[in-house]
């Protein structure tokens, strides 16, 4: 059957005030580890490229896998994230394009030059859905993805929730744009936004309503995944419950909820999502095996 991995961005595990506890980037690891997550995501954009590769030894001591988080706004910044890639033998290079075309096919020549580029270097690359990108809009990125087949999707609604104002119900076209996006998914990052806001605290009673959303587009999405995808095939889901000013902030600067233990409620709920699924599989397959007999 394929397999769901869920990784930790290591961003989040920034304390911030009134989240978590600090730690060290090695106790932060360390806590990624014990808590059962299949690997670490670093950002390029919170990061130095030195304090990055600091962490190398750790993927290796821990046996944790590697999600690199990239910004680049050219050829010359995409080729020493490949490199980078290649040494840190990262799954995945999630990559937040910082270049917005005007028109689609402006785009699609930028998106298979660099498509290429990481195919010749055997890394792995797929575009994610973000504001200030070359995916900032949902309609444009669905006509982007019919120009380019082969592009690979990392899917992050929260964006879009915001950058279109989404109400709930959804609008019949915005559903159906949404629909194209979680059709082509190749991964997803774990976060809930609403219209006015990125980032919510997943146990308010006034967020749930995001909640139920969000948890129906990402079985929505497991499922277009599954049936596209091999019996070998891994998916990655990344929680990246991000620091202020991503996380709200009280008059005090103080942070409302605590990340670390909404990423691990966050964790338990793609995975029972997932096992479910596993399961509608498995008795699909028996139910069928009956009925031949």
């Known amino acids: 059957m394929p397999r769901l991995d869920v990784y930790q961005s290591l961003w989040a595990m920034d304390a911030g005030r ?35 590769y600091k962490t190398m030894p750790l993927f290796r001591q821990y046996e944790l896998g590697c999600v690199i988080n990239a910004f680049p706004a050219s050829m010359d910044d995409v080729l020493p994230v490949l490199e980078m890639a290649r040494e840190f033998n990262a799954v995945v290079v999630n990559i937040i394009a910082q270049v917005i075309p005007s028109s689609v096919e402006e785009a699609s020549l930028m998106v298979q030059d660099w498509m290429e580029e990481a195919e010749k270097e055997n890394v792995n690359i797929e575009f994610e859905t973000h504001r200030n990108s070359v995916t900032n809009d949902l309609g444009y990125t669905a006509r982007l993805l019919e120009a380019v087949p082969d592009m690979k ?22 559903a159906r744009l949404v629909d194209k996006i979680l059709r082509r998914a190749d991964a997803f990052q774990g976060r809930i936004s609403s219209a006015q806001q990125i980032q919510l605290q997943l146990e308010f009673p006034q967020h749930q309503k995001w909640v139920v959303q969000f948890l129906d587009w990402w079985e929505a999405g497991f499922r277009y995944w599954r049936k596209r995808s091999g019996v070998d095939d891994t998916l990655i889901f990344q929680t990246e419950l991000a620091p202020p000013e991503y996380a709200m902030t009280g008059p005090d600067g103080m942070e409302m909820s605590n990340r670390w233990e909404e990423a691990l409620t966050m964790k338990g709920w793609v995975e029972d999502l997932w096992k479910r699924l596993d399961k509608e599989e498995v008795d699909a397959a028996v139910s069928n095996e009956k009925d031949q007999t």
Do not use: C, W
């Open 153 to 174: 999707l990392g899917v992050d609604l929260s964006h879009y929730v915001v950058d279109r104002e989404f109400e709930l119900p959804l609008h019949d076209e915005e």
């Open 18 to 52: 009134g989240s978590h506890d600090p730690a060290t980037t090695e106790e932060q690891f360390a806590l990624v580890k014990n808590a059962g997550f299949a690997g670490v995501a670093i950002d390029l954009a919170a990061s130095d490229r030195e304090s990055a």
